[in-house]
């Protein structure tokens, strides 16, 4: 994926990333190694700059066969080595306690408010502070505390920080916290939120998706260690220490959505699309099947929409993508018997000869293949529970180059309040969602193009190259 180079002043410093996930997995041959970046535009936007400060990406090893028996630190990619990766191996119980467990069982659910889906299980919690130890003593074993800046990545890492300070503590690191960061009374139900909160103090600068994410966390401080803190200034004084709070929202490549989403060949896929499932109007949802996307409210919303506009039948259809997501979870497969159910129920009802209401596709799409089907949806139906931003949202308006297409929002997406012309609906209220759709279905086109136009100059001028930029840049100068 290309990327627009991201020029930020590092003041001479080297760049260190430490995430869950491994920017390269690589994989041994008999001709040698292999190398395959993974998909993102993050890992594509950081590599320059991992590149240019000679850098090093500090993740767990993956899981894959053979896995085990790469070395532990490696150039890559292969023959033009840009930098240094060092991997993190996890013994399959720290991967299931570590990451099924207390990842996504506790702080995944409880940060999106699903408290009766939450798990704080003892063993998971000590599964977690290991595997950070781990990542901690990974970095330790690389890390030059005079010429690095550490930038941490996600809800996985929460204590590294902190265990780092107590050994460096002149290093200088961030976080980001990609998820919802919750009300201080909710963050209560964790067992072990002091030690959560004092790890991820041990960072001089903490970033969020949104300005409400930074005020929980800052009341959640202030309620639970009793620190000061400045909720004007986005400030924590911990100690003699100031640690800084960031809302700024991660963008995406506008560029690369633009330019592709404009090619001959994608407007040509898009007509085919259209063509292929024989209906006039096509409105599109595009999630990872987690609990948390709103996928059955979406449909029960649809079926709602045809109940009450009876008109519409044989004429918009929605085409569903649900990107498979921890299938070796029992209660994520569950979910999906229960899409499939409901799938199966609507279409039943509804539909007439060469029609059917709802088109689900249960896998994944090459990005490029995906971006044509932006172009060919009337409509993008993006109505999460509750997501910390929602990128679908901003790949969505950045591939419309026509300046068409219109977009029913989840008013509880962190995307929605940087699209302020959008009425944001209630992804439980039926009779909301369905004339929603309703109106954008026959939204006049001057109105869609003022509001189209609007949301990509706001995904162009936060892009993924300034969130990069923003968050690199103030650690660097503390």
Known sequence: MAQTPVDVNLQGKRLMICSNREPYTVTETEQGYEYEATIGGLVSALIPIMRDTHGIWVSWAGGEAGSEQLPATQMVPGAEPQFRQRRVFLTPDEVENYYYGFANQALWPLCHYFLERSNFNEAHWEAYRTVNHKFSEAILDEIDPEQDLLWLQDYHLALVAGILKRELPELKSSIFWHIPFPHADFFRFIPWRVELLQGMLGNDVIGFHLPQYCLNFGRAVQN???????????EIYVGDRTVKLLPRGIGVNFHYFNDLGGKSETVRKAREIKQEFN????????????????????????ERFFDRYPEYCGEASLLQIAVPSRTNVPEYQEMKDEIDFHVGRINGKFSIQGWVPIHYFYRGLPQEELIAYYRAADVALITPILDGMNLVAKEFAAARSDECGAMVLGELAGVASEFPDLVAVNPFDLEEGARAIKQSLEMPEDRMRQTMRAMRQQVRE??????????LSMVSRM
Do not use: F, S
């Open 224 to 234: 639970l260690l009793g620190y000061d803190w400045n909720r004007e200034k986005y």
């Open 462 to 471: 936060r892009d993924l190259k300034w969130w990069i930029e923003e968050n």
């Open 279 to 302: 209906a006039p109007h096509l409105i599109l949802g595009v999630d990872r099947l987690d609990y948390t996307k709103g996928i059955k409210q979406r449909l029960l919303t649809l």
